[in-house]
């Protein structure tokens, strides 16, 4: 079995109740390794009433213990849950663990810590100077992001030939997409030829450089099998009729893809980061601070399909 290094998250929200409740499904399918002290591990699996199976694997000296606050955003937590993840991502680059699945953090959290980045895919690209992709979703329906987090009134300037062409060229050989790739288009009706904004313009070239590329790889110029779409129109590109015909989608900017995506396939979605060096997988949902440490029921599909996926794709 593959063993796997999982970053613990946000103390103060519900990744330890998923990884206390899950354990038994997860340690079938993997050798988990839970980047979590023993200490603060007792003290959130007390707040439970959760039992720690004796087969929980820690790793030591994680970061200094603190009092948890259910839901809360606390510096102490952010700082923590940064550890956690920076000590399952160095057990991926030293070859001790097989893959990297992250529980929820919280953002702001990581800014009180004085955490620089803004989530775990940030901090990816700086660790292994690379251009990571985030791709979202299930096997049903994935959808990358040439933008992420960002603000909206910047994404249309983000938009450029050079930069898109690679993004295109990079998703195509780390995703392995097996059929066509649905591209979205930025504006309202893709533009409709300039009335609305020109940005498709500057997607086709994109996309034209990147089809030419890999027809001249897979060596079928000759009988060119397109690999990306032209500019669909984003207010259609999700509809039955064209969910057909597509299993992958790359939308211009976070929103504009996920809306649609956790509307269909919120419970079971997951965050793949494509283009390192590690496979690291991520539950696509947040922390859940209402909820946290109420008793509550915590739906762990995406949490095991997050595993399941490195299973299937380590």
């Given at each position: 079995m593959k063993?796997?290094?999982?970053?613990?998250?946000?103390l103060?929200?519900?990744?330890?109740?998923?990884?206390?409740?899950?354990?038994?499904?997860?340690s079938?399918l993997?050798?988990p390794?839970?980047?979590?002290?023993?200490?603060i591990l007792?003290?959130?699996?007390?707040?439970l009433n959760?039992p720690?199976?004796d087969?929980?694997?820690?790793?030591?000296?994680?970061a200094?213990s603190?009092?948890?606050?259910?839901?809360?955003i606390?510096?102490a937590?952010?700082?923590?849950?940064?550890?956690s993840?920076?000590?399952a991502i160095?057990l991926?680059?030293?070859?001790?663990?097989?893959?990297v699945?992250?529980?929820?953090?919280?953002?702001?959290?990581?800014?009180?810590a004085?955490?620089?980045?803004?989530?775990?895919t940030?901090a990816?690209?700086?660790?292994?100077?690379?251009?990571?992709?985030?791709?979202l979703?299930c096997?049903?329906?994935?959808?990358?992001?040439?933008?992420?987090?960002?603000?909206?009134k910047?994404?249309?300037?983000s938009?450029?030939?050079?930069?898109?062409t690679r993004?295109?060229?990079?998703?195509?050989?780390?995703?392995?997409?097996?059929?066509?790739v649905?591209?979205?288009g930025?504006?309202?009706h893709?533009?409709?030829?300039?009335?609305?904004?020109d940005?498709?313009?500057?997607?086709?070239k994109?996309?034209?450089?990147?089809?030419?590329?890999?027809r001249q790889a897979?060596g079928t110029?000759a009988?060119?099998?397109?690999?990306?779409?032209?500019?669909?129109?984003?207010?259609v590109a999700?509809?039955?009729n064209?969910r057909k015909?597509?299993t992958?989608?790359?939308?211009?900017?976070?929103?504009?893809g996920l809306?649609?995506l956790k509307?269909?396939?919120?419970?079971?979605g997951?965050?793949?980061s494509?283009n390192?060096?590690?496979?690291?997988?991520?539950?696509?949902?947040?922390?859940?601070?209402d909820i946290?440490?109420?008793?509550r029921?915590?739906?762990g599909l995406?949490?095991?399909n997050?595993?399941?996926?490195?299973?299937d794709?380590?």
């Amino acid at each position: 079995m593959k063993k796997v290094a999982i970053s613990i998250g946000d103390l103060n929200g519900i990744g330890i109740q998923l990884a206390l409740e899950n354990h038994a499904t997860i340690s079938k399918l993997t050798e988990p390794l839970y980047c979590i002290d023993p200490t603060i591990l007792t003290q959130a699996a007390t707040k439970l009433n959760l039992p720690i199976p004796d087969d929980f694997q820690t790793v030591e000296n994680i970061a200094p213990s603190f009092t948890i606050e259910p839901g809360q955003i606390s510096k102490a937590s952010g700082a923590y849950a940064y550890a956690s993840f920076v000590k399952a991502i160095e057990l991926a680059k030293e070859k001790k663990v097989d893959a990297v699945t992250t529980l929820p953090i919280h953002k702001k959290a990581w800014e009180l810590a004085g955490v620089k980045y803004k989530g775990h895919t940030d901090a990816l690209r700086d660790f292994f100077d690379a251009e990571a992709i985030m791709m979202l979703g299930c096997p049903q329906m994935y959808v990358a992001l040439y933008t992420e987090h960002i603000p909206l009134k910047e994404v249309a300037a983000s938009i450029n030939e050079a930069d898109l062409t690679r993004f295109l060229i990079d998703f195509y050989h780390t995703a392995k997409p097996t059929s066509t790739v649905a591209i979205l288009g930025l504006n309202p009706h893709a533009g409709d030829d300039g009335v609305l904004g020109d940005e498709e313009s500057i997607i086709q070239k994109a996309i034209d450089n990147a089809n030419r590329t890999l027809r001249q790889a897979q060596g079928t110029v000759a009988e060119p099998v397109e690999v990306y779409s032209d500019p669909l129109v984003p207010d259609v590109a999700f509809t039955p009729n064209i969910r057909k015909h597509y299993t992958h989608y790359i939308a211009m900017y976070h929103d504009q893809g996920l809306a649609p995506l956790k509307a269909l396939y919120f419970d079971e979605g997951i965050n793949v980061s494509l283009n390192l060096p590690i496979l690291r997988t991520s539950v696509d949902h947040g922390t859940a601070f209402d909820i946290a440490y109420q008793g509550r029921e915590v739906n762990g599909l995406s949490y095991l399909n997050a595993v399941r996926y490195i299973v299937d794709n380590g």
